[in-house]
């Protein structure tokens, strides 16, 4: 069973809201909220207000258990934007759009506890086995340069 939740009209970007969604997606949700709780982000605000409204609704649905979903699927579409105008040089004026965002969020039943553990197992593995490579291209030897002869050297002959 898939719950979802639509936050319309949100005076941030979708771009900025779109930094968050990583740190979120495919997490139980109460685990979700600690982590952006933790993030120093006016995106993580409007995520802890979608995500709280996303817990309520899933302890009203009987056949849901709150320790057994996790969230399948952010999105962060453009809204209308608002828009102003500012001075510029010249006797111009220039455009200024402040953009908003419609946020969905669905959560959904696990399959089986153990399915949520290995999801869990594969995510951890997927952080950790790009890190290695960066780590390992990093520290990799270079193959030595050709030696540039010295410009200032003197010719010979004249």
């Known amino acids: 069973m898939v719950t979802r939740v639509v936050a319309r009209y949100i005076r941030i970007t979708p771009r900025k809201f779109r930094q968050i969604i990583p740190m979120i997606k495919g997490k139980n949700p109460e685990l979700a909220l600690a ?3 933790n993030v120093n982000k006016k995106a993580a605000q409007c995520g802890i207000e979608v995500l709280k409204s996303a817990i309520a609704n899933v302890k009203r649905i009987p056949d849901m258990d709150p320790s057994t979903v996790y969230i399948s699927k952010v999105v962060a579409d453009c809204g209308p934007q608002l828009k102003r105008f500012r001075a510029a040089s010249m006797g111009r004026a220039s455009t200024i759009r402040k953009r908003t ?7 959904e039943q696990a399959p089986a506890e153990q399915a949520a553990g290995k999801r869990a197992a594969a995510g951890k593995a997927a952080h ?28 010979k002959g004249k």
Request: hydrophobic share 35%; proline share 8%; aromatic share 0%.
């Open 35 to 37: 982590i952006l709780m």
């Open 101 to 107: 965002s419609h946020i969905t969020l669905e959560i």
């Open 128 to 155: 950790e086995a790009p890190a290695k490579e960066a780590s390992a291209k990093k520290h990799k030897a270079r193959p030595e340069a050709k030696k540039a002869k010295p410009r200032h050297e003197a010719k």
